[in-house]
């Protein structure tokens, strides 16, 4: 099975790094490269996690920041992936050390 990947954006981040504290700041940068943005978009791009980003996009933000797209871009395991694996090996107690085996089991009513 291929794990499902997912990833975190730290553009806000990285900014603040830079001495960019707000949105307003980018937007210039942006148009100089060709990248027109609303204010709207442009906090969305900042403060949310893209669903889409073109590259475009992309290449002018590592250009304003000087900084490579692993600084941008973190990629981490799905949340539900990992929660897959773990109900596969056990409950999530099993694994670090918890309670185990000495959860209440479910009670079953038998009619008689």
């Known amino acids: 099975m291929t794990a499902k990947l997912d990833y975190r954006w730290h553009l806000r981040e990285v900014m603040a790094t830079r001495g960019m504290f707000s949105t307003t700041d980018l ?15 442009t906090y969305r791009l900042v403060v949310e996690r893209p669903e889409r980003l073109s590259l475009k996009t992309l290449m002018a933000l590592l250009d304003i920041l000087g900084c490579t797209m692993d600084e941008l871009i973190e990629p981490v395991a799905a949340a539900g992936a990992q929660r897959r694996r773990k109900a596969a090996g056990g409950s999530p107690a099993d694994t670090h050390g918890g309670l185990g085996d000495l959860r209440p089991k479910r009670a079953r009513i038998v009619p008689e």
């Not at 100089?32 to 978009?41: A, K, M, T």
């Open 27 to 41: 937007r210039p940068l942006l148009a100089e490269r060709g990248i027109d943005l609303s204010p709207s978009q």
